[in-house]
Structures are given as structure tokens and as C-alpha cells.
């Protein structure tokens, strides 16, 4: 099995921008994504890329704001988080797995880490 870690989390405010990092332990022969789960709240989907990186999908939510890419070499996904809304505030996951673009599930999950945009 493989083991994500997730970093680059923090604090901003309103309208900052933020960026994180997935690296996995080792090469992911398959889709990866983000996903986010508010104080409660379920678990949402925020984005996926395919293994190729030419297929992205993202949450209406954030479409236009964020950006989801990967580096196969490092073995890593990415997040680039644009015009934060308090409401993205959320513990954000990484995951990877067969088919996470359609069916927007992952198998493999990473340990999370927090996001807090204030107003």
C-alpha cells in the first residue's frame, strides 16, 4: 500500500492563496486527487488528475481558483489554491486510485492537513 503525505497547509486570509504538496511513497499507476472535509460536514471531492496529467476535473466550488498537477518523477500531486473563501476552510486529503476521476473515490488516503482562510 502506498502512503501519502499531504503538506503545505496553514492559515490566510480571505483572498491568499495557498499551495499543497501530496508526496507518495512510491511511483502511483493511477488517478490522484483532493479531497476536503469541513467541521461537520462529509467528506467532498475538490479535484482529480489523471495519471498523464492531461485529465483534470474539479467541485463547481472551486473551479476557477484551484488548480490540481503532478509530477510522476517526484511521485507527487499538487493543489494551487487561488481567491480562498472562509469556506474553504476544511481538513484537505490526498488520494489516489483506479478510476478516482469517475467515480471521484480514492483507495489510497493521506493523513490530511489543515486549511483556515479567516475574513
Do not use: H
Not at 22 to 32: D, E, H, L, W
Amino acid at each position: 500500500q502506498v502512503q501519502l503525505v499531504e503538506s503545505g497547509g496553514g492559515s490566510v486570509q480571505a483572498g491568499g492563496s495557498l499551495r499543497l504538496s501530496c508526496a507518495a511513497s512510491g511511483r502511483i499507476f493511477y488517478s490522484m486527487g483532493w479531497f476536503r472535509q469541513a467541521p461537520g460536514k462529509e467528506r467532498e471531492f475538490v479535484g482529480g488528475i489523471s495519471l498523464a496529467g492531461i485529465r483534470t476535473d474539479y467541485a463547481d466550488s472551486v473551479k476557477g481558483r484551484f488548480t490540481i498537477s503532478r509530477d510522476n518523477a517526484k511521485n507527487s500531486v499538487y493543489l494551487q489554491m487561488n481567491s480562498l473563501k472562509p469556506e474553504d476552510t476544511a481538513v484537505y486529503y490526498c488520494a489516489a486510485g483506479p478510476g478516482l476521476l469517475t467515480t471521484q473515490k480514492g483507495t489510497d488516503w493521506g493523513q490530511g492537513t489543515q486549511v483556515t482562510v479567516s475574513s
